[in-house]
């Protein structure tokens, strides 16, 4: 069995996604468009936009299929869409809403592809970020939180696409 470590709890994810709704709606347009990075980012995204809803947002979402990782943990360095929104980004505030910042590649790519059709602005929300990790120059407008490089877990994040059912982050221990 693998063993987690748990990081942050539910509680605090869930207390930390309320304020950031709360910074988010202060900036909130009528045509804003989410779009939420599969499949890392889905769980996030859903507590995000219910949290939105208590700060009486009623945004627009769509998803794209992104991965910038082989089976491995290492990333790869490449960027692959496997699927793309559907709604057009074109004059329009996007959201990009992804579950962490690391080398920034994923965010990168997605944000450049989001201004080349048009959009009118891109902020981009992460719950996590490995600060010292960054690659690519991307700032992420909102941050859950900031941790350190540890392979992460759960609440959406996987490793071999397991473990993201879990309602926390936690750290695999592989009893190194
Ligand atoms: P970046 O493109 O290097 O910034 O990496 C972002 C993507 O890598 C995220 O969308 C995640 O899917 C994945 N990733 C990076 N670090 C972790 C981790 O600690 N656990 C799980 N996935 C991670
Ligand atoms: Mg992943």
């Known amino acids: 069995?693998?063993?987690?470590?748990?990081?942050?709890?539910?509680?605090?994810?869930?207390?930390?996604?309320?304020?950031?709704?709360?910074?988010?709606?202060?900036?909130?347009?009528p045509n804003t468009l989410?779009?939420?990075?599969?499949?890392?980012?889905?769980?996030?995204?859903?507590?995000?936009?219910?949290?939105?809803?208590?700060q009486d947002v009623q945004p627009e979402i769509d998803f794209m299929t992104v991965s910038s990782y082989g089976a491995?943990?290492?990333?790869?360095?490449?960027?692959?869409?496997?699927?793309?929104?559907?709604?057009?980004?074109?004059?329009?505030?996007?959201?990009?809403?992804d579950d962490i910042l690391e080398s920034g590649r994923t965010l990168a790519v997605t944000r450049d592809m989001m201004l080349n059709r048009g959009a009118a602005e891109v902020q981009i929300a992460v719950l996590l970020e490995k600060p010292g990790k960054r690659v690519?120059?991307?700032?992420?407008?909102?941050?859950?939180?900031?941790?350190?490089?540890?392979?992460?877990?759960?609440?959406?994040?996987?490793?071999?696409n397991r473990h993201r059912e879990l309602p926390f982050i936690g750290v695999v221990d592989d009893g190194g």
């Open 34 to 54: 989410i779009v939420s990075l599969l499949k890392g980012g889905f769980v996030f995204t859903a507590d995000l936009m219910r949290a939105l809803h208590h």
């Open 1 to 29: 069995m693998t063993n987690i470590k748990p990081l942050i709890t539910q509680e605090q994810i869930a207390s930390r996604l309320q304020e950031m709704a709360m910074q988010m709606a202060t900036h909130w347009q």
């Open 72 to 97: 491995d943990t290492i990333s790869s360095g490449e960027v692959t869409i496997h699927q793309d929104i559907v709604e057009s980004a074109t004059n329009r505030p996007i959201l990009l809403v």
């Open 136 to 160: 690519m120059d991307v700032h992420a407008d909102y941050v859950g939180f900031s941790i350190p490089d540890q392979f992460v877990v759960g609440y959406g994040l996987d490793i071999n």
